[in-house]
């Protein structure tokens, strides 16, 4: 079993930053790659940005140049820094445990409870 925990979400206007964190635990063995989602009101859920072995990264193209995935082995965390945020940025981001393999993020069924981002215009 893995337990992830998301943090670091809030209010923030246009242009601000924030930057969420997802800690792990348990079967941490489980948990070296990684991926953020984020699911606005009716819409899907959608990959924003993923990091997997060696630090490799992916983002959605919607993110690129304004969001960065980033991880701290020691603590087995992984934050999104987000900045220059706009009001579509607004969504629940959710943490997930998968696997990035041959450039394509795979997400399991472990998921974090989700941090809510408001980006007010």
């Known amino acids: 079993q893995v337990q992830l925990v998301e943090s670091g979400g809030g209010l923030v206007q246009s242009g601000g930053s924030l930057r969420l964190s997802c800690a792990a635990s348990?079967?941490?063995?489980?948990?070296?790659?990684r991926a953020w989602y984020r699911q606005a009101p009716g819409k899907q859920r959608e990959l924003v940005a993923a990091?997997?072995?060696?630090?490799?990264?992916s983002y959605a193209n919607s993110v690129k140049g304004r969001f960065t995935i980033s991880r701290e082995i020691a603590n087995n965390t992984v934050y999104l820094q987000m900045n220059s945020l706009k009001p579509d940025d607004t969504a629940v981001y959710y943490c997930?445990?998968?696997?990035?393999?041959?450039?394509?993020?795979?997400?399991?069924?472990?998921w974090g409870q989700g941090t809510q981002v408001t980006v007010s215009s």
């Open positions: 997930n445990a998968g696997v990035f393999y041959s450039g394509r993020y795979y997400p399991s069924d472990y």
């Open positions: 348990g079967s941490i063995a489980r948990v070296n790659d």
């Open positions: 990091t997997g072995t060696g630090g490799i990264t």
